[in-house]
């Protein structure tokens, strides 16, 4: 019986401390899928024929909106990731609402998968970001965070603005 907690201890305790050791990587993993959810459901609460709304003509409508957040995850992602992003049949916004569901969808698994193996260890590696300029790991974790944030706030507004509920004003009860 001491053996296998012995074993047991050997094989979990690494596993463990590279969990604690992590915890800027780990958060951000987290604050990942919270986010997908949300802005999925966002744009699954749109209605269809909402898709082409804007505010006003200066603003990107709902559908540019989430096509931008498609192009961007694969990006943002696989640069932070280190990893290619995959390459995909063009989805525009002169796609259907269902078409860019599914494609935003992917986009965050793209994001699940390949932000699986990033940890603390490399947060200050300069890495190519947007035509080449190097930008440190962590600053480009923080813009993705930021601008994840921003497009969740415009979507919610564009929701109020149609009369719905933004998801996370509905998990609140508000």
Same mark, same amino acid.
């Given at each position: 019986?001491?053996?296998?907690?012995?074993?047991?201890?050997?094989?979990?305790?690494?596993?463990?401390?590279?969990?604690?050791?992590?915890?800027?990587?780990?958060?951000?993993r987290?604050?990942?899928?919270?986010?997908?959810?949300?802005?999925?459901?966002?744009?699954?609460? @749109?209605?269809?024929?909402?898709?082409g709304?804007?505010?006003?003509?200066?603003?990107?409508?709902?559908?540019?909106?989430?096509?931008?957040?498609?192009?961007?995850?694969?990006?943002l992602?696989?640069?932070?990731?280190?990893?290619k992003?995959?390459?995909?049949?063009?989805?525009?916004?002169?796609?259907?609402?269902?078409a860019?569901?599914?494609r935003?969808?992917e986009?965050?698994?793209?994001?699940?998968?390949?932000?699986a193996?990033?940890?603390?260890?490399?947060?200050?590696?300069?890495?190519?970001?947007?035509?080449?300029?190097? @930008?440190?790991?962590?600053?480009?974790?923080?813009?993705?965070?930021?601008?994840?944030?921003?497009?969740?706030?415009?979507?919610?507004?564009?929701?109020?603005?149609?009369?719905?509920?933004?998801?996370?004003?509905?998990?609140?009860? @508000?």
């Amino acid at each position: 019986m001491r053996r296998v907690l012995t074993a047991l201890a050997v094989s979990v305790l690494p596993c463990v401390a590279a969990a604690q050791t992590s915890p800027v990587s780990e958060a951000f993993r987290k604050n990942a899928q919270e986010v997908s959810k949300n802005l999925i459901a966002a744009a699954e609460e @749109m209605p269809a024929d909402k898709y082409g709304f804007s505010p006003t003509p200066a603003q990107m409508s709902f559908r540019h909106v989430v096509v931008h957040l498609a192009q961007g995850n694969d990006y943002l992602c696989g640069a932070i990731a280190g990893a290619k992003a995959p390459t995909r049949a063009k989805v525009d916004t002169t796609a259907t609402k269902d078409a860019l569901v599914a494609r935003l969808k992917e986009t965050f698994q793209f994001c699940d998968q390949s932000l699986a193996a990033i940890d603390d260890s490399k947060l200050g590696e300069q890495i190519p970001f947007f035509g080449g300029r190097p @930008m440190a790991r962590a600053a480009i974790m923080t813009l993705t965070t930021a601008d994840w944030a921003d497009h969740y706030s415009q979507s919610a507004i564009y929701l109020r603005l149609n009369g719905l509920l933004p998801p996370t004003a509905k998990k609140s009860g @508000m």
